[in-house]
């Protein structure tokens, strides 16, 4: 069992003076991709050395805890998603001790340390679904995923009308071990990632025991996957339409969000409570509103839940009051923090999404006006920033990085780029490996090239460029976090103050501190509301009023 980082000393809720606070309800929280990352090793896919060397930038951004997409043995169908053995890591990515060596290192320098748990479907090369296989109709471990005879004469046709998220129908025939077709089984993604049937005991049992040892491992808490997914409505019932992807996070449906998740969720918080140092699970839950989000952060199950709601929330200011609003009131009866993220591995950089027109989605193909979306993404992270409850951070996003909308098709390694329907396929786009230095094979990323390639010109975003360069994105993002840290105003609290603003602008107060945004496309002039402490761009004082140049954030203490 490795050190565990002790405890922090005291959190205080600037709503509630003197009130003891949980690290994550006001903690800036940093998702590492890990293939895009660092290469430690020089084979042009990001490790967990690579990330384990490259630590102490995240200490001095100032993050308080490193999120890891997954890096167990996986066959990478999904990258990584589609998990084979959920206590080993990939080869491509080292090995336990590299993931011991990264956690007591993170640990070392005040950093905790969250993972990925992929617990509503395992890859085709897991032993419990090979064995399935292998075994044929009758095995008892076909009981653990969704096994169902088709429908037809011959049962030629899928046992339901799902449709996999990734495309195409959500259920693939077998055949049997004698070679005649058999059974059909549930994969809600990909073909290689079969749903788990957790109304199985040994499935729960299972769960409880991986938990158990990525705590004892010394990990500080999960970022679940598809935890609206685990289970499913009674029966299996047809949803009577097509095109199912276009109906998510507009209803409950037969296979998300369905209420018997949440005794899950319950029975894992008493594991996470038994441990020290506040270990905390995160529900990644797409639900039709955030008042059903809150439902997954209730006092006896998650800690947080991200709000999707939020990221794709267009860059209109009375759509970002009405969001904020919505958030901090769904989670307030439950005394959950609000999450707050614009970016993350499954959507186009908001720095992208910023740039074109509003209305496109979260996946965009088109790299639009890009001076307008770096403007309006700093202006954007100002804002999250300054809002109370816990905020997420792509890895890149500090560097002001853009999508490559650009990927030639060859280079493409996303699944479902693959496939005739669902999702787009161009989350590519957002994963290609971030720049270090202004020269190299890979920017600094490694020594081997890098897995997918970089745009031109990725030199001048990186790291070495914008360390120590004034006005950088970089040091914007540094600056901030570190006025979040030592303020009392900003971070943890559940409420904000609106205050009078022309059409088009947020005036948000806090205690000791006032937030202007300016969502518009021209300069506009407001009062001084106290001392200038922060902004995303630059703004001249005259006296008593301001001018705030379009698409721009400024913090103020009062």
């Known amino acids: 069992m490795t050190q565990h980082l002790a405890a922090p000393s005291t959190g205080t809720s600037a709503d509630a003076p003197g009130h003891r606070i949980g690290w994550w309800q006001d ?17 042009g896919m990001g490790d967990l050395a690579g990330v384990t060397a490259r630590l102490p930038y995240l200490r001095d951004l100032g993050v308080d805890a490193v999120w890891l997409s997954p890096f167990y043995a996986s066959p990478q169908a999904d990258a990584g998603y589609d998990v084979a053995d959920y206590r080993a890591i990939d ?33 085709d090369q897991h032993e419990w679904f090979k064995r399935a296989l292998a075994e044929g109709p009758g095995s008892a471990l076909r009981d653990r995923y969704h096994f169902r005879p088709g429908k037809g004469a011959d049962g030629e046709l899928p046992p339901n009308d799902w449709e996999s998220i990734f495309g195409g129908p959500a259920w693939t025939r077998t055949t049997n071990p004698d070679g005649t077709p058999g059974d059909w089984y549930l994969h809600l993604f990909a073909p290689e990632q079969p749903d788990f049937n957790w109304e199985h005991p040994a499935v729960a049992d299972e769960f409880r025991s991986i938990l158990r040892f990525w705590l004892d491992m010394g990990v500080d808490g999960f970022r679940v996957d598809v935890a609206h997914g685990l289970v499913k409505a009674h029966g299996l019932p047809d949803l009577g339409s ?22 899950i969720y319950r029975s894992w918080r008493t594991i996470l409570d038994e441990y020290p140092g506040d270990r905390i699970a995160v529900a990644e839950a797409w639900t039709p509103t955030v008042e059903r989000t809150a439902n ?11 709000n999707f709601q939020y990221l794709s929330t267009a860059w209109d200011a009375a759509e970002l009051r009405t969001v904020i609003d919505t958030s901090l009131a769904a989670m307030r009866p439950v005394g959950a923090p609000a999450t707050w993220v614009l970016s993350n591995h499954d959507v186009t950089r908001h720095a992208t999404r910023f740039a074109n027109p509003p209305g496109l989605g979260t996946q965009i193909r088109t790299a639009g006006d890009r001076d307008k979306g770096l403007r309006r993404a700093r202006a954007a992270t100002l804002l999250m920033l300054a809002l109370p409850g816990s905020a997420y951070v792509y890895q890149g996003e500090e560097l002001g990085l853009p999508d490559v909308t650009d990927l030639p098709d ?21 994963r290609v490996p971030i720049p270090w230095t202004r ?27 914008q360390t120590g360069t004034e006005g950088s994105t970089l040091e914007l993002y540094r600056a901030a976090i570190a006025a979040r840290r030592e303020h009392p105003g ?4 559940t409420d904000v103050e609106w205050k009078s603003a022309p059409d088009g602008v947020l005036v948000l107060g806090r205690p000791g501190f006032v937030c202007t945004v300016n969502t518009t496309d021209a300069p506009v002039t407001l009062p001084v509301p106290g001392a200038l402490l922060l902004a995303s761009a630059p703004v001249a004082v005259d006296g008593d009023t301001v001018e705030l140049p379009a698409d721009t954030t400024v913090w103020w203490t009062v």
């Open 91 to 123: 080869p491509m990515f080292g090995t336990l001790l590299d993931a011991d060596a990264l956690i007591r290192e993170a640990h070392a320098l005040g950093l905790r340390i969250i993972v990925d748990l992929v617990p509503n479907h395992s890859s």
């Open 439 to 465: 020269e190299g094979s890979s920017y600094g990323f490694g020594d081997g090239g890098s897995w997918l390639p970089q745009p031109a010109g990725w030199g001048e975003l990186s790291i070495e460029a």
């Open 410 to 430: 060859e280079a493409r390694q996303d699944p479902s780029f693959f496939r005739a329907e669902g999702q787009d396929g161009f989350r590519d786009g957002c």
């Open 490 to 493: 900003l971070g943890a609290g």
């Open 27 to 43: 903690a800036v929280i940093y998702q590492v991709y890990p293939r895009s990352f660092a290469d430690g090793n020089g084979d």
């Open 296 to 306: 997954y952060v209730r006092s006896d199950e998650m800690h947080q839940a991200f």
């Open 242 to 263: 097509h095109d199912q992807v276009k109906l998510l996070g507009n209803d409950v449906m037969p296979f998300f969000d369905q209420d018997g998740v949440h005794e």
